[in-house]
Nanobody, 126 residues
Framework: VQLAESGGGLVQPGGSLSLSCTGS????????MGWYRQGPENRCELIAA????????VGQGSAKGRFTASRDNAKSTVNLQLNDLKPEDTAVYYC????????????????????WGQGIQVTVSS
């Protein structure tokens, strides 16, 4: 199983970034997925989710109205569009594919049917 994330980096407040996650080695299209982040407060936070047959998901919690997730099963790729970024959005962002997107204390701890990307840093700072 491989999940390769890309697109992170440093951005100024109010800016935008687009993250991508491409998967291989598992039944990509049969798994629900979620985008998560873990910031300085060390909490693993679900910020958007897409069911296995869905094509998009809206941001949740503090990401509502600013972040949008999309999914292309034909390309085994999911994306996360981050708009109007704020310093508090600074975190390591992860894609996750699991049949049950249960709460995790720490992002990135996978298992046989719970696959995580390697994590990618997003830093929002002027």
């Amino acid at each position: 199983v491989q999940l390769a994330e890309s697109g992170g980096g440093l951005v100024q407040p109010g800016g935008s970034l687009s993250l991508s996650c491409t998967g291989s080695g598992f039944a990509f299209s049969s798994y629900p997925m979620g985008w998560y982040r873990q910031g300085p407060e060390n909490r693993c936070e679900l910020i958007a989710a897409i069911p296995s047959t869905g094509t998009s998901g809206v941001g949740q919690g503090s990401a509502k109205g600013r972040f949008t997730a999309s999914r292309d099963n034909a390309k085994s790729t999911v994306n996360l569009q981050l708009n109007d970024l704020k310093p508090e959005d600074t975190a390591v962002y992860y894609c996750r594919f699991a049949h049950a997107l249960l709460t995790q204390t720490t992002c990135g701890q996978g298992s046989e049917y719970d696959h995580w990307g390697q994590g990618i840093q997003v830093t929002v700072s002027s």
